[in-house]
């Protein structure tokens, strides 16, 4: 018999509650990074292809 793993619950509880926050979070992130390296002049491959 297997042990309950009490984690797998709180991590699968966490993420229903957590997910519209981090995914904001996330792009918010993408596009400070995005605007800050325009203004330097700077330019990253991969930033340009997300959006």
Do not use: D, Q
């Not at 966490?14 to 995914?23: D, G, Q, R, T």
């Not at 325009?38 to 330019?43: I, N, R, V």
Request: aromatic share 26%; charged share 10%; hydrophobic share 60%.
């Amino acid at each position: 018999m297997r042990k309950f793993n009490a984690w797998l619950v709180f991590f699968k509880r966490e993420w229903n509650w957590n997910w519209p926050f981090l995914v904001v979070f996330a792009i918010t992130g993408i596009l400070i990074t995005k605007f800050s390296l325009c203004l330097t002049g700077y330019s990253t491959p991969f930033l340009f292809l997300i959006l």
